[in-house]
């Protein structure tokens, strides 16, 4: 599958509508806040990656962090960011941006996030592994770069994952799907979804490859109990904090 498959998803109204309706009702997990205050200074430029409707950077400028740049690679989720920022008289900047093509400097920012499981929406191991080279070359030595995927081994699915493991084995696996570990599924929204949920030594090598020391690797469950609106937006997922060598 190209990347440009996968955005389909993410341009349709109604999937940009719930992402929206994801920055009130939502906001920031209460995971993601202590994990981003531990971790970054209001001080601090700050790259978001995947940043749909605005969600996270919204949240963050309510913290007073007052230098994150939202990007998305779907100009509808920027335009709509970029909508409600203006609602709301904020002054959050967010662009288009391709994560594996980044157009920015080298060590432009003082850290980075994928939040939502973004970064496994790229498809393609080899397109992730660019993705966190360019997320590395982009961030200064020293900083933290944060993001959240599913874990297939901890993903509450495992019977699911035998039987999927079974069809690769028989070589009658979905044929849109390229990799073990590709999800390709109808959405609530009506529409076909890619995500790949991950091996934790997949992704632990992919970092390590790119530059990053990995320091904490942990379900969300495992760092605090969210709030229904959080666990009906998303099911548990794992939080990555890794470090530019």
């Known amino acids: 599958m190209e990347i440009a498959e996968a955005q389909t998803y993410f341009r349709q109204t109604t999937v940009v509508d719930h992402y929206s309706r994801a920055v009130a009702r939502v906001g920031l997990w209460n995971s993601e806040e202590k994990i981003f205050q531990r971790l970054f200074q209001p001080e601090q430029s700050l790259l978001e990656l995947g940043c749909g409707a605005g969600r996270i950077a919204i949240g963050l400028w309510e913290l007073n962090y007052r230098h994150v740049l939202g990007t998305d690679y779907c100009p509808e989720m920027v335009a709509e960011a970029r909508r409600i920022n203006q609602v709301l008289e ?5 662009q288009q941006a391709d994560a594996t ?3 920015f400097d080298d060590e432009q920012f003082d850290g980075a ?14 397109n992730r592994q660019r993705a966190m080279f360019e997320i590395a070359r982009v961030i200064k030595p020293g900083s ?11 993903h ?7 039987e ?60 605090c109990m969210e ?16 470090q530019k060598r």
């Open 113 to 126: 996030i994928f939040g939502f499981n973004g970064l496994m929406q790229i498809p393609g191991r080899s």
């Open 90 to 94: 904020y002054g959050v900047p967010f």
């Open 164 to 223: 999927e493991h079974k069809l690769w084995v028989k070589g009658r696996q979905n044929p849109m799907i390229e990799e073990f570990g590709d999800l390709y599924y109808e959405a609530d929204e009506g529409y076909w979804m890619y995500i790949h949920a991950a091996d934790s030594a997949e992704v632990q090598a992919d970092l390590e490859q790119a530059g990053f020391r990995v320091d904490v690797s942990a379900l969300r469950s495992e760092i």
């Open 156 to 162: 509450g699915r495992k019977s699911f994952w035998k």
């Open 144 to 154: 933290w770069f944060v993001f959240t995927g599913h874990d297939r081994n901890r």
């Open 227 to 242: 709030p229904a609106e959080v666990r009906e937006f998303s099911d548990d997922t794992r939080f990555w904090i890794a």
């Open 101 to 103: 093509h980044l157009p």
